[in-house]
Each structure stands twice: as structure tokens, then as C-alpha cells.
């Protein structure tokens, strides 16, 4: 015979399996709730989210030949947040890239995965100065599609940079991740241990032109 301890043990366990069958159902009906809400509220977002007018920006686009960056003026609908413009512009980059004629050719579907922006530390007793490290998540595909060689890969690294502060000026310092994680070089040469100082692209002027 079952004893009336195992039948109360029994019944408490069965309880507690009915309780959390409840509280699963209600976090999935709640998980169901955000979702539907979420996919009401995104083209509205979408829309806050970009510049009304396109905004003339320049690409720092590589040439493997000279070993220089060109600068490329560019007509970009940019979003509003700060953080969506550095992405848009590194993609836009990044498709220059793989573009007819190129000389830096590499052919990537997805090159960024996600630009975040730190404080530049001041020394103590400095105010604030506003400078910004762009910390740049670069995509596992991006670092695979790369040309290995010092050249290649300091140019791809140098071209990001250049674009950065053009056209965030306050952007002083560049570090780049690939898929979240550091890595020690981007194809094997070019250091990704360390953060770069975003003068250090140097680039050559804005060529005049028609923006593209």
C-alpha cells in the first residue's frame, strides 16, 4: 500500500507541475504579446530612425596599387542614431569594396556587425574633450573574405578609420572585434590587439565631383 506520506509527497509534486505548466503558458503568451507589439512598432521606428534627406558623406576607399585611400563623396539617407550612422557608413564602405573596377576587391554580404562608441579616458585633472573610441565589430565573413598581406589588411583597417572621422568627427580612436571577440589580427598580419588613433589614416583630401 502506498503510505500517506508518499500520497502527500505525490499530490505537492503533481501541484507543482500544474503550477508551472500555468506560469510557462503565461510566459509564452506574454513572449507572443511583445513579439506581435514589437512587429507593430518597428516600421514606425524605422521611419523616426532615418534622416529625412540624404547627407553628403565621403567613403575613404583603398587602392591596392599606390598603397593610398581615395576619398569618394557619397549622398546617404543616414539614420538618426549615432551608432546606425557609423554602421550604414562602414557598410556603404564595405560594398565599395566588392564594386565593379575596384582596387581593393573583396566581396562581402555583411561586413559590420555593430559599431559602439566609449569615452576617451582623460588624463586626471583634464575636463572631458568629447573624443570618442569607435569600438567596430567587424563580421567573421569580412575577416575570412580579407586578402591576407600587411598591405591589404592595414588599408581595410585604415579606410574604416578615415571614414569614421570624416564623417564623426569627434570619433578619435578605433578598435576593431571580429563576431564580439578580440583577435589578433584581422588575416594574419594587420594587429587588432590594439586601439588605433584615427589620425593615423591620414587621408588625401575629398577629390571634387559628383557625390554618387
Excluded at 41 to 48: F, H, K, L, W
Aim: charged share 15%; net charge negative; glycine share 6%.
Amino acid at each position: 500500500m502506498i503510505s500517506r506520506a508518499n500520497k502527500i509527497l505525490f499530490s505537492v509534486l503533481l501541484l507543482a507541475c500544474v503550477i508551472m505548466a500555468a506560469v510557462l503558458i503565461r510566459l509564452r503568451n506574454r513572449a507572443q504579446d511583445r513579439l506581435q507589439a514589437e512587429a507593430t512598432v518597428a516600421p514606425e521606428s524605422i521611419a523616426e530612425g532615418t534622416a529625412s534627406a540624404p547627407t553628403q558623406v565621403t567613403l575613404y576607399v583603398p587602392n591596392d596599387l599606390d598603397g593610398t585611400l581615395t576619398a569618394v563623396p557619397r549622398s546617404l539617407a543616414l539614420p538618426a542614431d549615432r551608432n546606425a550612422q557609423a554602421r550604414v557608413l562602414l557598410e556603404k564602405l564595405v560594398e565599395a569594396f566588392g564594386a565593379p573596377g575596384s582596387t581593393h576587391a573583396m566581396s562581402v554580404v555583411s561586413g559590420i556587425n555593430e559599431v559602439y562608441f566609449l569615452p576617451v579616458a582623460q588624463a586626471a585633472g583634464q575636463t572631458s574633450s568629447g573624443a570618442q573610441e569607435a569600438v567596430v565589430d567587424l563580421s567573421g565573413a569580412l575577416a575570412a573574405a580579407q586578402p591576407s598581406g600587411i598591405e591589404p589588411e592595414t588599408l581595410t583597417l585604415l579606410a574604416m578609420m578615415a571614414t569614421l572621422h570624416a564623417n564623426l568627427p569627434a570619433v578619435t580612436e578605433v578598435h576593431f572585434l571580429v563576431d564580439g571577440q578580440p583577435k589578433d589580427t584581422l588575416a594574419g598580419h594587420a594587429d587588432l590587439t590594439r586601439t588605433y588613433l584615427a589620425s593615423e589614416a591620414n587621408p588625401e583630401p575629398v577629390e571634387s565631383g559628383a557625390a554618387q
